[in-house]
């Protein structure tokens, strides 16, 4: 456990670091961040900062000497980078979670291996690979990039009687994963934190819009029978226990209609703090940022209720540009990540409006909550 005045090691300088690093401040805790992009957002608000690559061992070193704890931002930091910041401070999530969700087809096998229900998936590591794969999925499905995949990047969706070799070609011929198509009525996530002693909680389960690939709008509570809601944070517990994990993480699952009732499958773990956990900001008691904070200095675990009705919306490129008129929208809380540069589909920052409506603020369970 750690103590106020401690310093937790950041990994990555974007605004899910700046956001964590603001988080520890207010706990009283220093920030720390090592991140080879000299402009990163996250070096604004810590305490210290190295800007070197993630392969700069002297680097790591010095870094490793000067924190008390070590997270990161973001799920692809090398796993060699990881296990030797791990051989000398803690970190926090392990390397296990790295190691896993680095990799598409690791993960979906993690995940399918739990007696967790994903969509069907082949290994595909040539055009041969490829023609069996659909064969034996079927169309659509959609190809991705085993790794450095995020916002759309890295797959390629195939439909009936589109060319294989094209598709191939047009993902880099590099090993993949062939994903069959999910006819989902909506997309969902689970936002929840776990202590090293296996102490958890989860956020009300939150409903998501993407445009052009990249999330658009976050809002609690879901559109979700209660028995899927109540799955979801089950499966959230469970994919939790198995990585022995320390911190907050997220799952996104696809809610599918089957008759009169509701099934949830699981699309991607992401171990970190998340996009569509930004509502928490504004709208629970503990918001995620300090959530984390909370989970990987091993002290006690925040109450996660909602304040009420509460959606996020990204900012992303020219959006930010409204900020004036976003300050002066009662009940709108502006966040801004302090990048100078709004570039198309960069994320600027995010707003969070929050209806606080008594009646709203529907408590998670008992026992899946903190």
């Known amino acids: 456990m750690l103590k106020p005045g401690s310093v937790i ?3 990555g300088g974007g605004q899910l670091g700046r956001m964590i690093a603001l988080a520890a401040a207010e706990l009283g805790l220093k920030a720390h961040v090592l991140c080879p992009d000299k402009d990163s957002p996250a070096f604004h608000v810590s305490a210290a900062h190295i800007c070197a690559a993630y392969n700069d061992f002297d680097a790591l070193a010095r870094f490793a000497a000067g924190v008390d704890v070590v997270t990161y931002e973001f799920e692809n930091v090398p796993l060699a980078t990881a296990e030797f910041l791990a051989a ?9 979670a790295l190691a896993i969700t680095q990799d598409r087809l690791a993960e979906k096998s993690f995940v399918r291996d739990l007696g967790i229900e994903t969509a069907p998936f082949a290994a595909v590591d040539s055009l041969a690979d490829l023609e069996a794969a659909v064969a034996q999925l079927g169309l659509p499905a959609v190809l991705k990039t085993r790794r450095f995949g995020y916002d759309g990047k890295g797959q390629v969706m195939i ?6 070799t094209a598709a191939w070609h047009a993902l880099g011929r590099q090993s993949a994963i062939l994903e069959g198509f999910i006819s989902f009525v909506r ?3 689970v ?4 202590r090293g002693d296996g102490a958890f909680c989860a956020y009300d ?7 052009e690939h990249i999330l658009h709008t976050s809002t609690v509570p879901a ?8 799955k979801a944070r089950a499966i959230a517990r469970d994919i939790g226990d198995a990585l022995d994990y320390e911190g907050v993480f997220a799952v996104e699952l696809f809610v599918v209609c089957q008759g009169s009732s509701e099934r949830v499958i699981v699309n991607e773990i992401a171990p970190r703090v998340h996009n569509s956990g930004h509502w928490t900001q504004d709208g629970a008691v503990t918001s995620q940022f300090e959530q984390h904070v909370r989970a990987i200095a091993g002290w006690p675990l925040g109450e996660v209720s909602r304040l009420g009705r509460a959606q996020m919306t990204n900012l992303i490129g020219a959006d930010v540009h409204d900020w004036h008129a976003l300050l002066a929208e009662p009940g709108t809380h502006l966040h801004l990540y302090g990048k100078e540069e709004a570039r198309a589909g960069r994320k600027m920052g995010h707003v969070v ?16 909550g903190c």
Not at 359 to 367: K, L, Y
């Open 9 to 11: 090691g950041i990994l």
């Open 88 to 96: 000398r401070v803690p970190l926090r999530p392990g390397a296990k």
């Open 159 to 164: 439909r009936p009687g589109e060319d294989l």
């Open 187 to 189: 997309e969902v996530s």
């Open 191 to 194: 936002v929840a934190a776990r």
């Open 205 to 211: 389960v939150t409903e998501n819009v993407h445009r």
């Open 223 to 230: 559109t979700l029978t209660a028995d899927a809601a109540r």
């Open 353 to 368: 409006r929050v209806a606080r409506d008594p009646e709203a603020c529907a408590n998670v369970p008992d026992g899946e």
